[in-house]
Structures are given as structure tokens and as C-alpha cells.
């Protein structure tokens, strides 16, 4: 069984920066493409960052490309998502997901789920 566990949200004021990081346990997390999804209150999840199994490839949402960073490090089997320049409409719940070893934007293309991390970002 995999599982995925997100941690580094957190409150952060406009401008600030924070790093997201979620361990995969359970298999090795080079098995798969791995993706942050992020949800607002009263929204639907929205695709942020996405990235392969070797780390050589990655997509952005064009409301963060620019500001966010995705990157992974397969020996400590750990996805990271550098938030920079961060603004109040950033604020959400962001989830981790892996899935195939490519990159998908859809949601319906991962097939684990972490329990999310609170990122609140004040004006």
C-alpha cells in the first residue's frame, strides 16, 4: 500500500516563500510521476505542478509557473514544491498524488492521494 504524507504548509505572508515536501512510503517513489494539486474553499482542485519518475520533466499551471519549483529526490523517495513569491489567491489545502511514471495535469490520472497541507497566505 502506498501512502503519501504532505507537510511545510503553513500561514505565510504575501511574498513570502514555503516548501512543500511529501514522503512516499509503502513502494519506491521512482515507480511513479508524482504531482501537487491544490484546493481552494468552495473550488474545485486544480492542477499545480507535476513532475516524471526521474525528475528530467515537469508541467506547471500557468497561474504558478514562474513562482513554483517542483523537484524530487528518488534516494529519500521525497516530491518537493518550492513556493515563492507567494499570493493570497495561493491559499488552499495542496495535495500530493503519484501516478504513472510520465506527467499528467488531470487528476484522474494519479492513483494515490495524500491527506493534504493547509497553505494560507495573508495580504
Known amino acids: 500500500q502506498v501512502q503519501l504524507v504532505e507537510s511545510g504548509g503553513g500561514l505565510v505572508q504575501a511574498g513570502g516563500s514555503l516548501r512543500l515536501s511529501c514522503v512516499v512510503s509503502?513502494?519506491?517513489?521512482?515507480?511513479?510521476?508524482m504531482g501537487w494539486f491544490r484546493q481552494a474553499p468552495g473550488k474545485e482542485r486544480e492542477f499545480a505542478a507535476a513532475?516524471?519518475?526521474?525528475?528530467?520533466?515537469?508541467d506547471y499551471a500557468d497561474s504558478v509557473k514562474g513562482r513554483f519549483t517542483i523537484s524530487r529526490d528518488n534516494a529519500k523517495n521525497t516530491v518537493y514544491l518550492q513556493m515563492n513569491s507567494l499570493k493570497p489567491e495561493d491559499t488552499a489545502v495542496y495535495y500530493c498524488?503519484?501516478?504513472?511514471?510520465?506527467?499528467?495535469?488531470?487528476?484522474?490520472?494519479?492513483?494515490?492521494w495524500g491527506q493534504g497541507t493547509q497553505v494560507t497566505v495573508s495580504s
Open positions: 498524488a503519484a501516478g504513472s511514471r510520465a506527467v499528467f495535469v488531470r487528476a484522474d490520472a494519479y492513483e494515490y
Open positions: 509503502g513502494r519506491t517513489a521512482s515507480r511513479y510521476g
Open positions: 513532475i516524471n519518475w526521474s525528475g528530467d520533466s515537469t
